[in-house]
């Protein structure tokens, strides 16, 4: 029986686990049955390669996984990353500058490690503690300037995140992929006022899932399921052969979406692959 779809490309937080962080038994199930069938599996996610290891695990599968929002990939069998880009010294200064100015909780990720400043409340505190390893530094002075995968700053006084996002294109003015999402669109972040952005070096956001599949698989981008939830999985949604959203996503993505399925929570995905394979 031929197929028309050779990958599958998706998203991780909100989209492949429930809100409660594992993957729906329908959906591992049909993952595991196309994968055997030698159908590529990628995620595509914003985590860090720490934070993806989890979900990885659970899949099993030892594919390669997009990290970072697509400025680096990490090998699981390798335990590091392969591909990796960084943000410029200038964009570094800029941004520690914009943070500096405004008295806003920064944090920068390089391989294999991640460093803060000490939060001031609550809900800095279980940001932090959700990231997870998180290395507490006396104050922005003492972060990384070199090798610096992401930089985040979370605001709270910003009223939402185009805001954030605007005012730091505008006081970075310098190249790099910004995205931008209020804290609560995460489900064990319901409550929290925080608006987060993140800035990492220009490259094509998760679209660049698509460049690895063809790269190291031979797997052209028409022959590719994306799945995703948010606005920072539009590239992928756009240039896929198929572009799924989550019914639980963001507006921005399901104006873009080819198809739009069930929630998170449900068998949906699974229902999809069981469909399509």
């Known amino acids: 029986m031929t197929r028309d779809y050779d990958g599958i490309l998706i998203d991780v937080d909100g989209t492949l686990l429930t809100d409660e962080g594992q993957i729906h ?6 993952l595991r049955r196309i994968h055997s069938r030698g159908v590529r599996i990628m995620i595509a996610t914003g985590r860090s390669e720490s934070a993806a290891r989890p979900v990885l695990a659970q899949l099993g599968f030892g594919d390669p996984a997009l990290v970072y929002n697509g400025a680096a990939l990490y090998c699981p069998h390798e335990d590091r990353l392969v591909e990796e880009r960084l943000l410029s010294d200038r964009a570094v200064a800029r941004a520690m500058d914009f943070a500096r100015e405004r008295d806003l909780m920064a944090l920068t990720q390089v391989a ?6 000490a939060p001031r409340n609550e809900h800095e505190s279980k940001a932090v503690e959700y ?9 922005l002075a003492d972060l990384p300037r070199e090798f610096v995968i992401r930089i985040t700053i979370f605001s709270q006084t910003h009223s939402n995140s185009e805001s954030l996002g605007r005012e730091v294109e505008r006081e970075i003015d310098h190249p790099l992929l910004l995205t931008h999402f209020p804290l609560n669109a995460l489900a064990r972040f319901r409550s929290s006022p925080l608006i987060v952005a993140d800035l990492q070096p220009p490259c094509h956001g998760k679209a660049e899932g698509l460049r690895i599949l063809k790269d190291r698989f031979d797997i052209s981008s028409d022959r590719v399921v994306a799945i995703g939830d948010a606005s920072n999985d539009v590239s992928m949604i756009q240039e896929a052969g198929l572009g799924v959203a989550m019914g639980n996503g963001m507006q921005s993505l399901l ?3 080819d198809r739009v399925i ?3 929570n449900s068998g949906a995905i699974g229902a999809l692959l069981d469909e399509l394979f």
């Open 25 to 30: 038994a329908e959906t591992l199930t049909a």
């Open 112 to 117: 294999g490690a991640k460093y803060a400043l």
């Open 131 to 139: 990231l997870d390893g998180v290395e507490i530094v006396p104050t």
């Open 255 to 257: 104006d873009e979406a």
């Open 262 to 264: 069930g929630s998170n």
